[in-house]
């Protein structure tokens, strides 16, 4: 079967119904099925395989420890996406995604990893960004200091176990943003910057597809850091009408390192 056809199959076979459980901006997905096999490495935009190694984190001179957008005003964008959820939905986005010459940032789970690992280097192999969204997906900014320290180590672990590195960023779980102990956590265990967001696509509430692109469009802007989810299927459909959408609006949808650099 050609890479073609695994995309289509990808495509047809989505068949997972979202549900709408949120809590404090970042919300748990609907039930999984059963894993699914890695698909053969997928080619960048550019037309040549990226390496299946992650990055390390990087300190961005110049900008604040917790970053939600880029003051580079350059015609980018960030679609940053909780990694979470139903592996056949995060493996239809991405290839709905490299189809259209975008590359995402993902903050990966540490379960969600421990139960797919294969979808690590699949990240990273369609020339994706991977990071940390801490272990269990919890409320980590209620958590006490070891409980949060284990949580962001823990999943960094796990990236350094799949990918070779930590990962390049971190994002707080269930928070828009992290508590000043957070980001102390965060720098300790290796991250510059804690990675928040200034757009909201809502996506998590399940508003549908047409919903999920007004949400983004209607805020978006140059330098713009968008929170989006795997998981949810109004995601998945409204990721074509997305792209097209920043398309017409001359922004280009990159990793979130592309776009402070």
Known sequence: MT????????????????????????????????????????????????????????RFAGLPDQIDHSPRGRPEVALTFHGQGDPDIARTLLAKAENAGARLTVLAVGTWLDTHPGLARRILRGGHELGNHTQRHLSINDMS???????????????????????????????????????????????????SYDVDSLDFTSPGSTAVVRNVMSTIHPGAVVSLHFG???????????LAELDRGGLRAVTTTELLT
Request: hydrophobic content about 40%; some cysteine.
């Open 3 to 58: 890479t073609t056809d695994r995309r289509a199959a990808l495509r047809a076979g989505v068949k997972l119904a979202a549900a709408g459980a949120f809590a404090a901006g970042c919300s748990a997905p609907p039930a999984e099925r059963a894993p699914a096999s890695s698909p053969t490495p997928t080619a960048t935009a550019r037309g040549k395989p990226a390496a299946a190694h992650a990055p390390a984190p990087r």
């Open 145 to 195: 200091q070891a409980e949060a320290r284990k949580e962001i180590t823990a999943c960094a672990d796990r990236l350094h176990r799949l990918t070779g590195s930590i990962g390049g960023w971190f994002r707080p779980s269930r928070a828009r943003t992290a508590t000043p102990l957070v980001q102390r956590l965060a720098r300790g265990a290796g991250y510059p910057h804690v990675l």
């Open 232 to 242: 949810y299927r109004d995601t998945v459909d409204a990721l074509p009408a997305l």
